[in-house]
């Protein structure tokens, strides 16, 4: 097992992390600032408004996405327990 290895199979981990975290975290974004330009245009300052949408932007964008996220999963996990013999060399 080389350094290279290694460092690739890192990447490809943090890689797959971050495709799989993106949609739920650009929801919740997304839902924040609206609730935050509505808020700043209606001068309403409540602080506790913004967490129910963004639970649902994001409860919704897992179920959207759940699909792709489990099929890059399984393939990041196939392709390390296919390529296992190779690197146990």
């Known amino acids: 097992m080389t350094s290279d290895f290694v460092l690739g199979f890192f ?5 797959l992390a971050m495709l ?23 001068q309403i300052n409540e602080s ?6 963004k639970m649902i932007a994001v409860c919704l964008a897992l179920l959207l996405f759940f699909p792709w996220m489990l099929e ?5 996990t196939r ?10 060399r």
């Open 11 to 15: 990447w490809k981990a943090i890689r």
């Open 20 to 42: 799989i975290s993106a949609p739920a975290l650009i929801s919740g974004l997304v839902a924040g600032v609206l609730v935050s330009i509505f808020q700043a245009a209606t």
């Open 48 to 53: 506790t408004l913004v967490f129910i949408p």
């Open 72 to 76: 890059l999963m399984l393939d990041f």
């Open 79 to 88: 392709n390390v327990l296919v390529q296992i013999p190779q690197y146990a």
